[in-house]
Nanobody, 124 residues
Framework: QVKLVESGGGSVQAGGSLRLSCSVSRSLHNNYCVGWFLHAPGKVREGIAPIDTDGSTSYADSVLGRFTIYQDSAKTTLYLQMNGVKPEDTAMYYC??????????????????WGQGTQVTVSS
């Protein structure tokens, strides 16, 4: 069983920065995909950015140019660097993982493993 634990959330003013971390308890299969999602009240869980086995990344339009997803060299920790945050970024942030992605990375139903989430609140 893969266990994911997020940290790094908190309150920040608009325009500021925050870095989220997600520890991965054990190795995933060779064709894995891990990513970050946000879930704002009253809205569907939204994919922000994935990273796959060869390090390829993608970004939702809403965060492109502001957020960066990356892993440490051991691939045991996933990060989300958030720069230039906006009030609309306020949400619970989750990391998620799947051993073999078979559909869109944006679809939360594709992922088998989830962390407990970390809250990010951006004030104007």
């Amino acid at each position: 069983q893969v266990k994911l634990v997020e940290s790094g959330g908190g309150s920040v003013q608009a325009g500021g920065s925050l870095r989220l971390s997600c520890s991965v308890s054990r190795s995933l299969h060779n064709n894995y995909c891990v990513g970050w999602f946000l879930h704002a009240p009253g809205k569907v869980r939204e994919g922000i950015a994935p990273i796959d086995t060869d390090g390829s990344t993608s970004y939702a339009d809403s965060v492109l140019g502001r957020f960066t997803i990356y892993q440490d060299s051991a691939k045991t920790t996933l990060y989300l660097q958030m720069n230039g945050v906006k009030p609309e970024d306020t949400a619970m942030y989750y990391c998620a993982a799947v051993n073999s992605l078979r559909g869109s990375w944006r679809d939360f139903k594709q992922y088998d493993y989830w962390g407990q989430g970390t809250q990010v609140t951006v004030s104007s």
